[in-house]
């Protein structure tokens, strides 16, 4: 995984297209790893307003560099999960009118889970279906909203409604462009990453808990180790299951409520809620908790999920001010749902996740209903 010398990790996604995520310190300087996938002569660069300043220019020469005689457009949204809509979604299209990108062009994702999902959405629709790299700037978008494939806008009725599955040709996620990343959204990145050692592999919560300082002090080794890992759990399981017909919807443990939370917030992310990351460490601890419950899962594993969760400065709470029929309502449009009812995402303890269905929403309630500490699950 890792080439000598380079200090470059590489996961490799086996599917249709294959392809490579490369991880480490300067990619974003090299021009010929992020043109390798370039067929045309187009290129669109799909950045946020606050990525966009910090490092589109550096993206940018290096594309004209390695390809002189590309035409370069950017389109820039302003930052933020409420702008994941179908109207940028929209003007993300109309950015390609304007450049006259052919069915070989090639948009850049430049940014986190936003401008990923945005872009790659916009991507698998402009002319049915053109390539799209992902140069992914948030640790959650390095460990997660990169590699796979899901795009989509979110709707006011719910999150995610609108979307696509639409795999990217390259992943090239510069690990130098975290040092500019707020804390407050590196500890969002540090909840999926949770949720990799949650579903697939107890030894890696071990891991997280040893390396908690480190993580959050963002120690170089143990950052690109965190991403690798967590990149190679989601590669594995997206190569067998590309359009979540099975287990891909482990990846998803956390997010019926997780996603409720967002939506029932407006989407008003970091600047007035939760955003992603920490809607799914709320979400997490629920889906752990109703569990135990259940009689699947040990509580004291729920108790363990909730104090790593804690140490990483994440919230574990559902929000003060938001109903538990509300956030049932939303859950009632998750996508997972099915004639049989609400599916969670539930565990038969750490590191070993599946599909429920048919879950009780008398058993929901009472979980949105109590909180989690000190109070019994
Ligand atoms: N497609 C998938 O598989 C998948 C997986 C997980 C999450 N998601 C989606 O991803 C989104 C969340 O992504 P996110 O957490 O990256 O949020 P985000 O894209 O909103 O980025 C978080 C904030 O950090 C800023 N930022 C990004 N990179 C920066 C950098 N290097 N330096 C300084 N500031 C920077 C952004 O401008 C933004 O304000 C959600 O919409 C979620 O639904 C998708
Ligand atoms: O890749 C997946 O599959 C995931 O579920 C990853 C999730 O972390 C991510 O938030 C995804 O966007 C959720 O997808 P959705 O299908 O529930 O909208
Ligand atoms: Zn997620």
């Not at 090639?106 to 945005?118: P, Y």
């Not at 991403?227 to 989601?234: E, T």
């Not at 997010?255 to 029932?264: D, L, Y």
């Not at 109703?290 to 363990?304: I, K, M």
Request: net charge negative; aromatic share 6%; glycine share 10%.
């Amino acid at each position: 995984m890792t080439a000598a010398g380079t200090g470059l990790r590489d996961v490799d996604v086996a599917g249709d297209p294959a392809y490579r995520i490369t991880i480490g310190p300067g990619l974003l300087d090299d021009g010929a790893r992020l043109t390798s996938a370039l067929r045309g002569r187009h290129a669109l660069i799909v950045s946020d307003s606050n990525v966009a300043p910090l490092y589109a220019d550096r993206l940018e020469a290096m594309l004209r560099s390695a390809r002189p005689n590309l035409s370069i457009a950017r389109f820039e949204l302003p930052a933020g999960e409420h702008e994941k809509t179908l109207s940028r979604f929209g003007d993300c299209l109309d950015a390609l009118a304007r450049l006259g990108a052919t069915r070989d062009a090639c948009v850049f994702a430049l940014g986190g889970g936003v401008v990923g999902d945005l872009a790659g959405f916009a991507a698998s629709c402009w002319m049915r279906g053109i390539d799209i790299v992902q140069v992914p700037t948030t640790l959650l978008a390095m460990v997660d909203s990169s590699v796979g494939g899901k795009t989509a806008v979110d709707l006011p009725a719910g999150k995610n409604l609108v979307g696509a599955f639409h795999p990217p040709r390259a992943v090239v996620a510069d690990t130098a462009m975290l040092r500019t990343l707020p804390d407050r959204e590196l500890r969002a990145g540090l909840a999926e990453v949770v949720k990799y050692g949650a579903i697939f592999d107890a030894g890696f919560l071990e891991w997280l808990e040893a390396n908690r300082v480190a993580l959050l002090e963002r120690d170089d080794a143990a950052l690109a180790e965190a991403i690798a890992r967590s990149c190679r759990y989601k590669a594995d399981v997206v190569a067998r299951d590309p359009f979540e017909r099975g287990e891909r919807a482990l990846l998803n443990f956390g997010h019926t409520f997780g996603h409720a939370i967002e939506a029932e917030q407006g989407y008003a992310g970091s600047a007035d809620g939760l955003n992603h990351g920490e809607a799914v460490a709320v979400g997490m601890v629920l889906a752990a908790r109703l569990s135990a419950r259940l009689g699947l899962a040990p509580r004291a594993d729920a108790e363990r999920l909730q104090h790593l969760l804690t140490a990483f400065g994440l919230p574990v709470e559902v929000p003060a001010g938001l109903s538990p029929d509300a956030l049932l309502a939303r859950m009632r449009l998750d996508k997972k749902a099915a004639a049989d009812g609400l599916r969670f995402i539930l565990w038969d303890g750490a590191g070993q996740a599946r599909v429920v269905a048919g879950v009780d929403e008398a058993q929901v309630l009472a979980v949105l209903a109590t909180p989690s500490d000190p109070s019994p699950l």
